[in-house]
């Protein structure tokens, strides 16, 4: 793998790692299996796109995004509590209508971006075109996305152990207690599921913005993403506190992407990029499976060491 392949991929699972703390939210703190990211991934980048081409501040049409993700999960969630419609259902029905919304807000399958101000304008005008070496370019680009992430890790942390946060666990963990203890869990996973989709949609929308197009079939395999991000972070770092799982997420993220570009760029493997989706289940598949042969040998060498 080159280094212009490392940092893209690097990029790319740093970007990736905040759909991670979205699908981390919904599914292991509320304990709300979402599939609505698949929607809100590219309803994000669909609103920012839109609003750049049309002369909007993208700093501006990326907070949009952000609001827009948030309404998404927002019916998704009321059609559970509110018609108790299942949430694998809800979420299935909310990411389907959210494909034809997405065509509305763009009036085409793509938007292009090219020559449009971005919020990475700034930092490729000022740091990157100077640079002699367009790996270093690539650097630090990745790095830019990597602390924008890991602030809203911060954030999200901040959020979770704040009283609407612990809400929130509280009703992910036991939601007849949590009810008992005088907490509205219909607004705990309104709000949840609502920001949930935000991150994600922010996501699109820098996703759009790094990639230089929208499209409206970009969201396609998101939740897998998600959930290979949350499954290798917890294989990687145990998550016995939300600062260490929400760290685990973003390595976990990043670990996976490298392994999907070095798996793609090995020649011996012979692997293409419409093999994409045969390494994510692969490597989704070993992270589940991996642990649990992890804890045998765990538990084998531990007899060994006793009886010896």
Excluded at 154 to 183: C, E, K, Y
């Amino acid at each position: 793998m080159s280094l212009i392949a490392f940092f893209g991929a690097l990029e790319i699972g740093f970007l990736y790692g905040l759909v991670g703390l979205g699908v981390y939210l919904s599914f292991r703190i509320l304990d709300f299996p979402d599939l609505t990211v698949d929607g809100s991934f590219p309803l994000g980048g669909a609103i920012a796109a839109t609003l750049i081409v049309s002369g909007v501040n993208p700093f501006i049409a990326t907070f949009v995004a952000f609001l827009g993700g948030g309404v998404a999960g927002l019916v998704t969630a009321w059609l559970n509590v509110q018609f108790q419609i299942l949430h694998l259902l809800a979420s299935i029905l909310t990411a389907i209508a959210l494909y034809s919304i997405n065509l509305r807000i763009m009036g085409r399958p793509n938007i292009p971006l090219l020559g449009e101000d971005t919020i990475f304008t700034p930092l490729e005008k000022g740091i990157i075109a100077p640079l002699p070496e367009a790996w270093m370019g690539g650097a630090v680009l990745a790095l830019s996305v990597g602390a924008i992430v890991f602030a809203a890790k911060i954030a999200l942390d901040g959020f979770l152990n704040s009283q609407l946060g612990l809400g929130m666990r509280a009703t992910g963990a036991n939601p007849v207690m949590a009810s008992a203890q005088g907490i509205s869990t219909v607004s705990t996973i309104l709000w949840g599921i609502a920001l949930s989709n935000a991150l994600v949609a922010v996501a699109g929308a820098m996703f759009a913005q790094l990639n230089g197009s929208a499209d409206v079939t970009m969201g396609v395999g998101t939740i897998i993403f998600g959930l290979a991000a949350t499954i290798v972070g917890e294989t990687v770092l145990s998550p016995i506190t939300i600062r260490r799982a929400t760290l685990g997420v973003l390595i976990g993220s990043v670990i996976y992407r490298l392994a999907v570009g070095l798996a793609l760029n090995a020649d011996f493997i012979g692997l293409q990029a419409q093999d994409l989706n045969l390494v994510t289940a692969v490597l989704v598949a070993l992270a589940l499976v991996l642990p649990r042969y992890r804890d045998r040998l765990k538990s084998m060498w531990r007899d060994r060491a006793q009886n010896g």
